[in-house]
């Protein structure tokens, strides 16, 4: 897409992270926002910091069709149209793939997935019948490419998501759609991606297995030495200028993505620590 100014922008997981340095941004090029999350006090935060954009908020548990069914209703009727869908609500829990019980891999599953899916299924087809340019963001995470130790059951959702953003990409290409993808794959990041719990719906709460504890440390290590959310939105906003599909937010990614495609082909596991 080359001209975002006057264009309507959806950004789901817009109360903090990725998901408000994304709205900012978006707001920055003259887009109208329609912004969702499920923290009231940090979508009204994001909506102050946008300035002088139009912004719409609705509070959305990416995880409920029903939801995201009437967040994409209020978009195209009080707003009238979509260009840019960033499916960036997401969520994350460490340990051990065998300690993780069927309510993580639900919840996972649900904000990390079916929120992409839901989002999919809500608003491609509108957006495929208005004949404008539009693009969908997909925030992933190099999870979505790395299965690291501690991480499994994100990295499952991860590399689904990953999966979804490919399909959805090449079923538009076939189609002949104006609609482009983004598969966006940032890596340690300054957000509060770690602290997750704070939006672990009640009756899901629980008491850390220790190899979840350490996992947890290590991903708060991982981000204290992150880049800011607003180098992420910079790369995502140039992807859609540009019309590409993956994004890595670091040049190393590449590179590892590389020896692990060398070492899979030999028949051996990458391993990482």
């Not at 996992?215 to 590409?244: F, K, N, Q, Y």
């Amino acid at each position: 897409m080359r001209e975002l100014a006057g264009k309507v922008a959806v950004v789901t997981g817009a109360g903090s992270g990725i998901g408000r340095a994304l709205a900012l941004r978006l707001a920055a090029e003259g887009m109208t926002l329609m912004l969702a999350d499920v923290d009231h006090r940090g979508l009204a935060d994001t909506a102050a910091l946008a300035g002088d954009a139009k912004v719409l908020t609705q509070i959305t548990d990416v995880s409920a069709a029903t939801e995201v069914a009437h967040l994409a209703n209020r978009c195209f009727g009080e707003l009238g149209a979509v260009h840019v869908l960033c499916n960036n609500a997401g969520v994350y829990q460490g340990g051990h793939i065998w300690t993780r019980g069927q309510e993580d891999f639900d919840w996972l599953l649900g904000v990390n997935l079916r929120g992409v899916l839901h989002a999919i299924h809500e608003f491609v087809p509108r957006m495929i019948e208005q004949d404008t340019e539009g693009h969908i963001v997909n925030t992933v995470s190099v999870a979505g490419l790395f299965a690291v130790p501690g991480s499994g059951a994100y990295a499952v959702t991860k590399h689904a998501a990953l999966a979804a953003s490919q399909a959805l990409a090449q079923d538009l290409a076939a189609a002949g759609s104006k609609l482009r993808v983004t598969a966006l794959c940032p890596g340690a990041v300054r957000t509060r991606i770690g602290e997750s719990d704070r939006v672990r719906p009640p009756g899901l709460a629980h008491t850390p297995t220790q190899d979840e504890v350490d996992a947890r440390a290590a991903i708060d290590r991982a981000v204290a030495g992150g880049i800011e959310p607003s180098e992420v939105a910079d790369l995502a906003v140039a992807a859609i200028h540009e019309e590409r599909f993956l994004v890595l937010t670091d040049p190393k990614y590449a590179e590892r993505l590389r020896r692990q495609t060398e070492t899979l082909l030999t028949g051996s596991l990458p391993l990482y620590q």
